[in-house]
């Protein structure tokens, strides 16, 4: 069929029909025969979904004026009817979801090419998606994530926007977020480690040091208690067979990192005591986890490679020391107590990291990076145990 | 920073941050933990400190985690096992009665990984030196884990029926037992582990226990259980489902007809079943079937029966002879009772009932039914004995068996089951044997006996029908214990000596009007004593009966005295003492006459106003006034019999 005349036939119709008309002829093309020329199908992919599903441009390809609220509602609830229609293909797990709906949602919500307004659409689905318990969608979004990398802009933004548009409207003992581990839990994982990137990390040129709201300190202090594993689940998901057929992917990242470094910050820079006990029992989940989590699934998975939960290069960052230092200048008893808890933490993490043989570095940096901190009885014993 | 003292080892030194950090932050604490027990694996102590803070701590999931890991890693070590045996006892007890503390060891046990459970509890069964102990934690195990071992069930079977032995239960309703059949048994039929063999030890195990516990009365407190498991609340059903559930692997036909509601129909089929298949083929099997399911059912139905014929807050009931009459030929001595012939048919029309409403009648017709196809006919008979003998059925089917004997005409034999104890039931049934026995003087002396306990009565009961006039097939029937009902029957008997009496005394005054007394408990039937009465009367120039004004409350009889006054000349009535010299009216003139019979119509009027006074207590007055007379007659009578 000529692009053209696909086009001529969807424009017969009104919304809702064009939309879904279009969402049906897009999955034809994606996951059609392969012998045409790939780009061209991508190409006529975009114009349908900017023309008919998103309405962002009009028949000669003009930008044309936002949809109403309430037409932006319509559209989320058909994109989620759309996704929870019975699977094509049977028998997925419940981590990579399915392998053509993932292409659709890729090609929906892509990491170049689209409007700006296409990510606010994506936080409005994906809050929709967890409320409404559209497991596939955020499946999709998961690996999504992890292709384009959780620390990326695209991982980010999607953080960022369901921490302010959905995290902080409600209540983290929801239950949909309870079982988001259990439904979704690569998207859960995920999103873990994009949401650790996003505070305490001065990367980002922020004046000050950025804490995370206490509802998704919270639901994350949950989640990792609900189940050891679940941090290494990107580790292990097996993303080729969820992806389409020549795609290649992408390194995993776990949220470990960013998560101790919340830890290793947390009690110099937060002063709000009840947040201060949600950061203890997050640094016990998270070396309970780094230990049982992996020794657990390891032992029933036993060829599934090493991942790694620190890195010897950026368990003390700079920035780390600096507040450390500082703290030690003022002499306040205080601070004092909280650079004690902090090399406690630290001890502990790298302690946990050794003993499940999950740190990335070798012996020696490691050494000389404790022993540029601040002298401490558990460090010296975890250094002596380093040297042995 | 570091306050620590430098020669405490690092263990120590771990596991203080650990404990001082427990009051103010329990994560912390954990975090310290985790770091120690990971950095010095093979230290007992950490690990099992770790536990007990989680313990104390009162966290479930966590404790278990310890636990377990202290298990996987430590299984020799004595302190783990002295806190095992501290908990396992706990998992053997009631949910609702525990405290905090073993609420948690239960709920930490249920968090342990399912292997580490079913290794734990066969362990500790093993170990346990306490019968009751082990055998809780195998059922616990078998329970739990239905798969484990068949061995381990069958081992238990025997460990119950040896305990039960050695400890010398003197009852069948004894702890050992108890779990046995409620517990162990249930279990073991629904896993396929038992042989034929062990499906009937069981199953006469079974219903022996439910049997005993069922007939012994309700709420028998079955000693050394908790408090919760030591009473059964529905034996029959339990005993039921149980016979069902063995039935079902022994393939019997018959296992339904246990819980049938209808008991009819359960009849039918038992009956049938013994006819087509059992008689005819003689087979063992079938017939061992027959007899466990009969047996059961006859069972219950003795013990519908019992409860029926004495009921907790209900009339009670008792078996005697039909007293038929008045005019009965009284043969000597006494035969041996027509009955007999069909001692072991039951012929439904020889025995009724005073008072419809109860179900005692239909009772002892069910069970009369399935005695009789037990003990008459082989192959049922033989192993209804064996059975019988095995789970002693005699000793709950006392009374029934005393009214069969009964029913068979064999007095003699019952005097000796009639109830010690003073009560209105041992006279009654002295009464109803002596007259049996044709005994009528000590028949009388506890009509009496009876009458004097009536007096304090409170149920009042109905007069019958079936009392004043059996059906003429009647030998016998079921008679409520209340007032009327037995008043009536012991006017019956003594309407019955006064009439033979009056054969040799046709004249006898006192006769005569002692029977017109009586005869106004039976009325309307009555009225045919009565109406041969006044025929006697009017035959005679001169009929004294003082007591007439005392006890005569019928208006008919009064009727027809007055009537016998007015038209008859010939009879001189002496009944009203107050009614002056009535001896010489026959003398006197017409004119004295005249003021007489006024005298006469005034204390009839007075009398008639009597009417309205209940028939019951004339009688008791009239016992108690009448005693020498009625004695005499009946010390008369029985005298005219033996000559």
């Not at chain 2, 007939?215 to 079955?222: A, K, L, Q, V």
């Not at chain 2, 025995?351 to 069910?366: A, P």
């Not at chain 2, 009537?563 to 003398?587: A, H, M, Q, W």
Request: hydrophobic share 40%; with cysteine.
């Amino acid at each position: 069929m000529d692009f053209n005349e696909v086009k001529v036939n969807l424009r017969k119709f009104a919304f809702p029909l064009s939309t879904e008309n279009a969402l049906n002829q897009i999955q034809s093309i994606i996951n059609g025969e392969t012998t045409r020329k790939q780009h061209l199908n991508e190409d006529l992919a975009m114009d349908l979904i900017s023309e008919f599903v998103f309405c962002e441009t009009n028949e000669e390809g003009k930008p044309t004026k936002p949809m109403s609220r309430i037409r932006h509602l319509e559209l989320l609830v058909m994109i989620c009817d759309y996704f929870n229609k019975p699977k094509i293909k049977p028998d997925n797990d419940n981590c990579c979801g399915d392998t053509a709906l993932n292409a659709i949602f890729m090609t929906l919500f892509p990491q170049f090419g689209a409007p700006p307004l296409r990510t606010n659409m994506l936080i409005s689905l994906i809050s929709l998606a967890i409320s409404t318990y559209s497991n596939l969608i955020l499946q999709s979004a998961g690996i999504q994530m992890q292709q384009l990398g959780c620390s990326s802009k695209y991982s980010s933004q999607l953080a960022d926007g369901l921490v302010k548009r959905f995290f902080t409207f409600i209540d983290a003992k929801n239950p949909s977020l309870h079982l988001l581990p259990q439904n979704a839990p690569l998207f859960t994982a995920n999103l873990m480690t994009s949401l650790s990137e996003l505070y305490f990390n001065k990367k980002t040129m922020d004046i000050s040091i950025k804490e995370p709201p206490r509802v998704v300190l919270e639901i994350i202090v949950r989640w990792i208690n609900s189940d050891t594993r679940l941090c290494f689940t990107a580790h292990y998901t097996d993303l080729q067979r969820a992806l389409p057929s020549g795609a290649i992917p992408m390194a995993a990242t776990l949220p470990f990192l960013g998560l101790f470094r919340w830890c290793f910050f947390a009690p110099l820079c937060v002063k709000n005591n009840n947040d201060l006990v949600l950061y203890s029992e997050l640094h016990c989940a998270l070396i309970d986890s780094v230990m049982e989590g992996w020794k657990v699934y390891a032992a029933e998975n036993p060829r599934v490679s090493c991942p790694y939960t620190l890195s010897v290069h950026s368990v003390v960052p700079q920035q780390l020391k600096d507040l450390i230092d500082e703290a030690i200048k003022s002499n306040d008893p205080m601070a004092l107590h909280s650079v004690d808890v902090v090399l406690e933490r630290l001890a502990q993490s790298i302690n946990a990291s050794i003993i499940s043989d999950t740190i990335f570095g070798n012996k020696q940096d490691l050494v000389s990076q404790l022993e540029s901190l601040p002298e401490n009885k558990v460090l010296k014993l975890l250094i002596k145990r380093i040297q042995l | 920073m570091e306050s620590m003292d430098i020669s405490v080892s690092e263990e120590e030194h771990m596991m203080a941050k650990a404990r001082s950090f427990l009051e103010t932050d329990c994560f912390r604490s954990r975090a310290w933990l985790l770091t120690a027990k990971s950095m010095f694996p093979d230290n007992f102590g950490i690990h099992f400190e770790s536990y007990e803070i989680e313990k104390n701590l009162r966290c479930v999931q966590r404790a278990a985690r310890c636990f377990s890991g202290l298990l996987e890693d430590f299984p020799n070590e004595a302190i783990l096992w002295k806190e095992i045996e501290n908990f396992t006892p706990i998992l053997c007890m009631d949910t609702f009665c525990l405290s905090e503390e073993q609420t948690f060891y239960r709920e930490m046990f249920s968090a342990l990984p399912l292997s580490i459970q079913q290794k734990l509890l066969s362990v500790c069964a093993e170990r346990s030196e306490d019968t009751m102990e082990h055998c809780r934690l195998v059922l616990l195990l078998l329970n739990r884990f239905p798969q484990s071992s068949t061995e381990l069930a069958l081992k238990l079977m025997d460990t119950m029926i040896t305990a039960e032995k050695h400890n010398q239960c003197p009852n069948v309703i004894n702890c050992y037992r108890k779990i046995l059949v409620c517990d162990l048994g249930p279990l073991l039929v629904s896993t396929n582990t038992l042989n034929q063999k062990n499906l009937y030890k069981m199953l006469t195990k079974t219903t022996e226990f439910y049997i005993t516990y069922a007939m012994g009365g309700h709420s028998i407190i079955i000693e050394n259980l908790p408090e919760t498991e030591n009473y059964i609340k529905t034996p029959w059903e339990d005993l039921f489902a149980s016979c069902e559930r063995i039935g079902k692997k022994l393939s019997w036909e018959l296992r339904y007809v246990l819980s049938q509601s209808d008991k009819r129909k359960a009849w039918k089929k038992v009956s049938s079943f013994a006819k087509k298949f059992v008689i005819a083929s003689n087979n063992s099997e079938l017939s061992k079937q027959l007899v466990f399911c009969g047996m059961i059912l006859f069972v219950k139905h003795v013990f519908e029966y019992n409860q029926s014929l004495q009921p907790e807050n209900d009339s009670e009931y008792l078996l005697v002879k039909a007293i038929k009459g008045p005019k009965v030929q009284i043969n000597k001595p006494p035969l041996k009772q027509a009955v007999l012939s069909i001692a072991t048919k039951l012929n439904e029309s020889v025995i009724g009932i005073t008072d419809e409403s109860s179900e005692v009648l239909d009772h002892f017709k069910m069970a009369f039914n399935y005695w009789e196809l037990l003990t008459n006919k082989e192959p049922m008979c033989t192993d209804y004995w064996k059975l019988s003998a095995q789970i002693k059925v005699d000793t709950f089917i006392g009374q029934f068996l005393n009214d069969i004997e009964f029913y068979q005409g064999k007095y003699k034999n019952l005097f000796k089951v009639v109830p010690s104890q003073e009560s209105i039931r041992r006279s009654l049934s002295l009464v109803n044997l002596y007259y049996c026995v044709q005994e009528f003087k000590k028949c009388a002396e506890n009509i009496f006996e009876v009458v004097h306990q009536t007096k304090s009565f409170i149920l009042n009961g109905k007069l019958s029908m079936e009392i004043a006039n059996p059906p003429e097939e009647r030998e016998m029937y079921y008679i409520q214990i209340a007032k009327l009902p037995v008043l009536q029957y012991c006017v019956k008997i003594m309407i019955q000596i006064l009439y033979s009496q009056l054969s040799n005394f046709p004249t006898d005054n006192d006769l005569i009007g002692h029977l017109l007394v009586l005869s106004q408990m039976v009325w309307p039937e009555g009225s045919e004593i009565a109406e041969d009465m006044y025929e006697r009367i009017v035959k005679m120039p001169l009929f004294t009966y003082p007591q007439f004004s005392a006890y005569i409350t019928n208006i008919d009889i009064i009727e027809a005295f007055m009537e016998i006054f007015e038209s008859n000349d010939k009879c001189v009535l002496n009944i009203y003492p107050c009614v002056g010299p009535s001896l010489n009216s026959r003398i006197s003139t017409r004119g004295t006459g005249k003021g007489i019979k006024e005298d006469f119509r005034s204390a009839v009027k007075t009398q008639v106003q009597q009417y309205s006074e209940p028939i019951e207590e004339t009688m008791l007055l009239f016992f108690m006034n009448e005693k020498k007379s009625l004695m005499k007659s009946a010390t008369l009578m029985e005298k005219s019999l033996t000559y």
